[in-house]
């Protein structure tokens, strides 16, 4: 299973992942901002807490996370499991 190594904010509500199996890249998250949940990170220095948690997850706290698989995929346009 491929699973998420690194993951670091950039400006404007991006981060930047690394994946175990080499994939690296930049995604935009800036859509997501000021909606919802994500209105947390309006919060100064919020959004720069992200962080992988235990399961795998992309995640600035306890009750805002992302999918990391559904991540690679944005970012490669393939699927995380061998066909």
Known sequence: MIRPTEVHPRAGYRIWLRYSDGV????D???LAGKGVFKIWDA???FEKVH???HRAIAWDDDLDLCADALYMELTGKSLFRE
Do not use: M, R, V
Not at 24 to 27: D, N, T, W
């Open 29 to 31: 998250l800036s859509h």
């Open 52 to 54: 992988i948690t235990s």
């Open 24 to 27: 690296a890249g930049e995604i």
């Open 44 to 46: 100064p220095g919020h």
